[in-house]
């Protein structure tokens, strides 16, 4: 057991790894799957056959442009993933890739869309492209189809500073490249640029506009990084961005030095501590500390460890005492910078951290002194860095591999620019870049008109005119974009996010590069295709999206009218009394469809197979009666509101087993049996619970790279109530490089099972924003609202009105096909919600026809988190009798929603009046998700008792499902009693042993 799971770890650090072993030893990685199936079985060789790189430098910036063509040696269909590692600092500004011997450029699409979108058209095989940018600083590519003996071309675009080491592309590609060819172009330097392949000079001549080089080869292996060495640029560089901007590079003498800044007697160093350190050279940064220390001399060194936990103090007497506490420290949780802003005054401040915020993102940052900021590697947050410096009267450092130069800097005179305006001193972006010593260098947006004012830190001012020829650069612009996405990072900002980076251009973590084949394709996906397609195109496309905007209102009007008549259907349906004894037809078990002639007769051996072709439809359901509500918007129920479901933080979680009785024994009781894979590090746990700590860190090395580490260890901590180290180590999660939408929705689940509410309404409210498509993510959020209001009384009328307002939106909003059957189950739990908004006197605007509580004894529900996904639940109820989607009204009462074939869910599971016995819930697999880059796929159960009522409870269960794991898998038993206490089947007889199949 414990080598397969390590083969599986294996696999997924293959699948989860942006800038691993691999990239620090190859770059480019071309890799390739058959099929688009991406898993080990699948892995196919492709060649490189031509890789073009085309390097613009003017001034200290770098414009790079790779163009790489791939070839299919194999007798199938591949799909080709390519990834670079990107020069530190780079921001990458464009995509393209050949349809049908045309380069088509990509669209900027949320994340989550863009994937979806993609992995749809591999299904279907058509020509889709997808590029992703990770938060490691690796560019990605997936394209689909490469054709036997054919290929496929694409073309990335970057940007890039030379910082204060150089500009440096890692090359590496073992294999021989058919053809490749560099080509560099200098322009604002005072001398040619110093610039090598690996360690040779690439000779560099004078042209017209700057100077030149260049170097190829063919069938030879590309290794040796391609660098350049900072030098002396112009003073003045103007530069026109596409989009019609003109940003120039401004540079110059710093004022004569007045003996370095006085030293201080208090002095803080903020540590980051979460999860994202744990890759950095800390060494380095120790070094540094320590250096400051011994040089600085401070009367008071406090050190402050902070990550999503809070902060851990300490106070220094030596340097050495600093740095063995640095040293010793655990690196555990999210990124979160609200710890800065408690403590008082100091002197001056230190921060070493790589700047990205995954949990509290909107936290003010006042750390009361003078602040500087370290960073130690390229993937930093280099922008968002230099804000913070900025705005607290500080620096940015690059620490590079000399912590004496690093210090150096820090000793330095008062920062060199610290403001830019325009004639009449109104401020311009700018962000200042890497100089050599005494002098300063500045990227501004130019203004319409007039000179730029650069005030220095030593109080002096320089005015600088912009004159002279703009040359077509998009390099500074892009940066200056960059700049201000940083500051765009709060959830409520992502609309001026996204726009800013269309305008620019910019790929990011939460925005990728989409390409597709045709219009139709466009239309269908509802993007809008680049400008740079050609104008036939673009008209077609115009005027197709234009008629369906105008059939908008029909499609929303037919879409309530079809609400209405299946919310009509499912109040008869609760409104119908069923006899509790009844027996159907015709039966599915658990171990087949069959005849029987009562319920509990003995049958076959039991199988997990799916079963054979279903019966036929079970009789129509009572005449539907039209529920004609009161003119005001209520739930007609005369009960007092019934409380959120509670959940056991402690055991509500991955590994659940055994039952949960209730002191009522006429109550209904449930049994989780949902069985997990094996883990070899939780039984390392197990082993000695009290050496943790040091078993922890042994496994993380081995197994960190993946999220469902660090769930399963949170979950580990809870059963032995440590709820606190548990949302620590949860919240680890999302630091990690792989994090993406999916990962959000994850941990916030956690948070709720752990009692952290406001963290996981956080997180659900950025997995809206960022995959807004779906209705999945707002109907979470909705429910994690609900449950918050039950546990914080004080702001619970807001919660609850904004849970209905998104249920009732998410019920009466036109979706997708694929999202069908969503639209009940969440104006289910919206009429749920309103007793008790009603009872603290708020009110949610919902027509009077689709407002009634459903109330019902035993209610399930499951979600997964893949796409294209078919999960089927199943419930066998007391008479044998299977509610299955070919048995979706059981003969006493049992209702099950539409099925969901595509991906996510819900699907869910009624009875309003459950007869006394055993009811078994299993999830089928029917289809996984084989494409699907994060693997397994988690499936989550909640088994409600007495929903929408005042006594409600429910158990929740996730349950991991492998890649191409097919058949059913238990989940857990409701048993209801009879009031006598004691369970029995609708028929009175107690359930045979053999009725619930034991996976």
């Known amino acids: 057991m414990l080598a397969r799971w390590r083969g599986l770890v294996a696999l997924g650090l293959a699948l989860f790894i942006g800038q691993g072993a ?58 080709g993933d390519f990834r670079l590692t990107l020069p530190e600092g780079a921001v990458v500004t464009g995509y393209a890739l050949d349809v049908g011997g045309q380069m088509v450029d990509g669209v900027l699409v949320d994340r989550p869309r863009a994937k979806a979108v993609y992995e749809a058209r591999v299904r279907r095989r058509v020509d889709p492209g997808l590029a992703e940018v990770s938060a490691d600083n690796v560019f990605s590519t997936r394209v689909f189809p490469i054709w ?29 490249v058919a053809d490749w060819s560099i080509r560099v172009h200098a322009s604002g330097t005072a001398a040619p640029p110093m610039i090598t392949l690996g360690k040779t000079p690439l000779a560099m001549t004078a042209d017209g506009h700057g100077w030149q080089g260049a170097a190829s080869a063919k069938n030879t292996p590309l290794s040796g990084a391609l660098a350049i060495t900072p030098g002396r640029v112009a003073d003045l560089i103007a530069s026109t961005h596409h989009n019609g901007e003109r940003d120039v590079e401004l540079g110059g003498e710093l004022p004569a030095g007045t003996g ?84 008082g005054p100091a002197d001056r401040c230190l921060i070493f951290t790589d700047g990205r915020a995954t949990i509290d993102r909107d936290a003010a940052i006042t750390p009361h002194c003078p602040l500087d900021v370290v960073s130690s590697a390229g993937s930093d947050d280099r922008a968002w860095l230099g804000h913070l410096a900025r705005g ?90 960059q700049d201000a996405l940083a500051t765009l990072g709060a959830t409520e900002q992502r609309d001026a996010y996204v726009a800013l980076s269309r305008r620019y251009g910019i790929a990011s973590p939460s925005l990728s590069f989409l390409v597709l084949e045709s219009v139709g394709d466009y239309l269908t996906a509802k993007v809008d295709p680049p400008a740079t397609l050609p104008a036939e195109w673009r008209d077609d496309y115009a005027r197709a999206r234009k008629a369906m905007e105008a059939n908008d209102a029909r499609i929303a009007q037919r879409h309530f009218n079809t609400l209405l ?118 039984e390392l746990y197990d082993g000695k619970p009290a050496d943790f700590a040091e078993r922890f860190r042994e496994v993380e090395a081995r197994h960190g790279a993946l999220p469902i ?120 739990e919206a009429n749920a919600l309103l007793p008790r908004l009603h009872k603290l006197g ?90 699907d880059p994060n693997g397994a796929t988690i499936l989550t159960a909640h088994l409600f008792r007495n929903f929408g009522r005042r006594d409600e409870t429910v158990e929740s269960v996730d349950i991991e499902l492998k890649r191409d794991e097919k058949g059913a898998r238990m989940i857990g038993r409701i048993v209801v009693p009879d009031r006598g206490g004691s369970a029995k089947t609708g028929a009175g007889k107690a359930p045979a042993k053999d009725t619930v199949p034991l996976p």
């Open 565 to 682: 008549l299946e919310w009509q259907d499912e109040v008869a349906w609760w409104k119908t009394k069923f006899a509790p004894t009844a027996r159907p037809k015709r039966i599915a078990t658990s171990r087949s469809f069959d005849r029987t002639t009562a319920p509990g007769a003995p049958t076959a051996p039991a199988a997990m197979m799916a079963p054979p072709p279903p019966p036929p439809p079970p009789p129509p359901p009572p005449p539907t009666t039209v529920v004609t509500p009161p003119p005001v918007v209520s739930a007609p129920v005369a009960s007092p509101a019934p409380p959120a479901p509670r959940v056991n933080p402690a055991t509500g979680d991955i590994s659940v087993t055994g039952s949960r009785q209730s002191a009522n024994p006429t109550v209904p009781s449930v049994q989780i049996d949902a069985w997990q894979p094996d883990r070899p590090y939780l």
């Open 842 to 931: 708020g009110k949610v605007e919902m027509d009077p026809r689709l407002v009634m509580l459903l109330d019902v004894d035993v209610r399930v529900v499951i979600d997964w988190t893949t796409d294209a996904s078919d999960m089927d639940l199943w419930v066998d109820e007391p008479t044998r009798e299977r509610a299955i989607y070919s048995n979706n009204r059981t003969a006493i009462g049992g209702r099950l929603s539409q099925d969901m074939t595509r991906g996510y869910g819900p699907e869910e599971y009624m009875i309003r009046a459950a007869p006394p016995g055993t009811y078994t819930v299993q999830a089928n697999v029917y289809a996984p998700d084989r494409i």
């Open 22 to 79: 691999l990239a620090q030893t190859a770059n480019p990685v071309l890799s390739a799957h058959a099929g688009g199936i991406r898993d080990a079985a699948h892995e196919r060789n492709l060649s490189l056959r031509r890789l073009d790189l085309s390097v613009e430098q003017r001034g200290s910036v770098v414009e790079t442009t790779a163009t790489a063509a791939f070839a299919n040696p194999e007798a199938e269909q591949l799909e």
């Open 709 to 828: 580490f660090y769930l399963d260890t949170a979950a580990w901590l809870a059963k032995r109530d440590r709820l606190a180290e548990a949302r620590e180590m949860v919240l680890s999660a999302l630091d990690l490089p792989t994090a993406d939408d999916t990962t959000l929705g994850m941990v916030a689940d956690r948070l709720e099972r752990y009692g952290d509410w406001d963290r996981a309404v956080e997180l659900r409210e950025r997995q809206a924003v960022l995959d807004p498509d779906r209705p999945q993510p707002r109907r979470l959020l909705a429910l994690t609202l609900a449950r918050r209001a039950a546990a914080r009384p004080g702001q619970a009328k807001a919660d609850l009105t904004r849970a209905i307002t998104l249920l009732y939106g998410i019920a009466t909003s036109p979706k997708a096909d694929q999202w069908g059957g969503i639209d009940l189950i969440a104006l289910n």
């Open 148 to 176: 036997p003996g054919g290929g496929r071309t694409i073309r990335v675009r970057f940007v890039a500073p030379v910082g204060a080491g150089g500009w440096r592309l890692p090359l590496g590609f073992d294999a021989a």
């Open 260 to 343: 370095g800044r006085a030293l201080p007697s208090h002095l803080r160093i903020y540590w980051d501590r979460s999860r994202s350190h744990l890759g950095a050279d800390r060494l380095r940064e120790i070094a540094l500390v320590r250096a400051v220390i011994d040089r600085w001399h401070p009367a008071k060194v406090e050190l402050v460890a902070f990550n999503s936990s809070g902060a851990q103090t300490k106070i220094a007497a030596t340097a050495d005492e600093a740095a063995a506490w640095l040293g010793a420290l655990d690196y555990r949780g999210a990124t979160s910078f609200a710890p800065l802003s408690q403590g």
């Open 392 to 481: 607290h009267g500080g620096r940015l450092i690059s620490l590079g591999d000399d912590p004496a130069a690093a210090l150096a800097q820090l000793q330095a005179d008062a920062p060199g620019v610290i403001a830019v305006t325009d004639r009449d001193d109104r401020p311009l972006p700018f962000v200042s870049l890497a100089a050599p010593q005494g002098r300063w260098t500045v990227l501004v947006r130019a203004p319409g008109f007039g000179p730029v004012k650069i005030r220095l830190g030593a109080g002096q001012e320089v005015v600088r005119a912009i004159d002279g020829e703009a040359a077509a650069f998009d390099g500074p612009g892009a940066l200056l974009a």
